[in-house]
């Protein structure tokens, strides 16, 4: 797929380096807060107000979005402040009812980015209206690549023009500091895929911990992408949704002031040389992972004609404890250590039993 045509999300924002920051509590939850919210981001500079109206949640019970009620509040936003707002859109009747209370930028969440017949009903509802506005595609929760360029695709096919991604991280099962871990690999490959397509990176939802939104930014800028939604809240201790990752329109204010634009334009004759050396050193590496498999083939030959079993647990063992420890003496990191060592242990093993297996 190609996106010829692009406009920009936001009329001359995101542009020079500077990123679009787009901000506002995860729900809208009464007016006062919606507005008081509004009215102190507006101060700090923020363009883009964001606000849940319908919250698709995790289980039933928790706050579901005051719904439409809500949408006149984000009209007064827009009046009292002239900031731009957004929201999410799950089905034909939010997007319906948004365009019709004048919202300009709409997203689809990340449980709904996952269902094509909801995205399609999505993409249906805005080419029926006409509407020129600006729409960005939460990544799918599962880290799946082609399903969220499916989505974007069906926009793109009904027509929408200002059209962006927004990578808030994936769901997993297990422990992790993030509470879903940024995976930055796939955002980078849907850049790659689609260059002139804008990526706006949620930190908020990536972190779920306040202290992680500060260097998640940092890094986003550092990546080159397009914007940040960051979620922030008048009172956030009293957030009905996502409490501990909202910030006060202050604190926003202060990180984003702290954030370090890298400039583009900067020569970059010594990191090409730098890159150069990494080349080498890759080719090296490949090399030595290919003198490796031979040998580890070899093995493999005197294994079979002595009818021994492939995998013997204590050598693996052994070797995973001294190469470990020797590479954290190195100032490498353990858990890194391992995992390339399992990565090389098991084509090494698939390739003995290749061998194992030929007549
Ligand atoms: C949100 O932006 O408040 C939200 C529900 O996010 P996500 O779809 O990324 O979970
Ligand atoms: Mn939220």
């Known amino acids: 797929m190609s996106l010829e045509g692009l406009q920009p999300l936001v009329e001359g924002a995101g542009v020079a380096g500077s990123p679009l920051v787009m901000a506002g509590p995860c729900s809208a939850e009464t007016e006062e807060q919606t507005l008081s919210t509004a009215r102190q981001l507006a101060m700090g500079g923020v363009k883009v107000f964001r606000a849940g109206i319908w919250k698709p949640r995790t289980k039933p019970g928790g706050f579901e979005g005051i719904g439409k009620e809500g949408l006149q509040w984000l009209k007064r936003v827009k009046e009292e402040t002239g900031m ?213 083939r070899e093995i493999g030959k005197y294994k079979k004609e002595h009818s021994m079993p492939v995998v013997q647990e204590s050598r693996y063992d052994d070797l995973i404890k001294s190469r470990v420890a020797s590479a954290v003496q190195m100032g490498m990191s353990a858990d890194f250590m391992k995992t390339v060592l399992q990565a090389i242990h098991e084509e090494s093993v698939r390739q003995q039993i290749e061998i194992l297996n030929k007549n």
């Open 84 to 296: 731009l707002v957004a929201t999410e859109v799950a089905m034909r009747r939010h997007v319906e009812e948004a365009l019709e209370a004048g919202v300009d930028i709409l997203w689809i969440g990340a449980r709904t980015s996952a269902n094509p017949f909801a995205v399609q009903e999505i993409a249906d509802a805005l080419k029926d209206s006409g509407a020129d506005v600006a729409v960005l595609v939460k990544n799918p929760v599962n880290p799946d690549l082609e399903l969220w360029i499916g989505a974007l695709e069906r926009l793109y096919n009904a027509g929408i023009r200002r059209l962006g991604a927004i990578h808030r991280g994936f769901s997993f099962y297990g422990k992790s500091i993030y509470r879903n871990p940024p995976q930055w690999h796939i955002p980078i490959e849907l850049h790659r895929r689609l260059p002139e397509l804008p990526i706006v990176v949620d930190p908020s939802h990536m972190g779920g911990r306040r202290e992680l939104i500060a260097p998640l930014c940092q890094q986003a800028l550092d990546m080159k992408f397009t914007g940040l939604m960051i979620e922030s809240h008048c009172t956030p201790d009293e957030a009905w949704s996502d409490k501990n990752q909202q910030v006060t329109p202050e604190s926003l204010r202060i990180i984003l002031s702290s954030l370090v634009l890298r400039n583009a334009e900067q020569d970059t004759e010594s990191l090409q040389q730098l890159r150069q050396q990494i080349d080498r050193v890759d080719t090296e590496l490949l090399d030595l992972y290919n003198r490796r498999m031979e040998i580890s």
